[in-house]
C-alpha cells in the first residue's frame, strides 16, 4: 500500500468512526449513516474500506 493510498484508508476510517458515533448517540439515522458511508468511499476512496463497506467492524 502505497503513503497515498494509506492516508486515504486513514481518512475514510476516521470520518467513519464520527459517524459511527453519531449514529451511536442518536444524532443520526441508519440510513443517513449508509449515506455518509456512501459519500466517505465516493471522496477518499479507500482500498480496503471498499471491502469493508456495509459491514460493522465490530
Known amino acids: ?3 497515498k493510498e494509506f492516508r ?3 481518512r475514510y476510517r476516521m470520518s467513519l468512526a464520527v459517524a459511527r458515533a453519531m449514529l451511536e448517540e442518536g444524532a ?3 440510513e443517513e449513516y449508509r449515506e455518509i458511508d456512501t459519500i466517505l468511499l465516493k471522496k ?3 482500498i480496503l474500506g ?3 463497506a456495509g ?3 465490530q
Open 28 to 30: 443520526i439515522t441508519e
Open 44 to 46: 477518499h476512496r479507500p
Open 50 to 52: 471498499t471491502l469493508l
Open 1 to 3: 500500500m502505497s503513503e
Open 55 to 57: 459491514k460493522p467492524l
Open 8 to 10: 486515504a484508508e486513514l
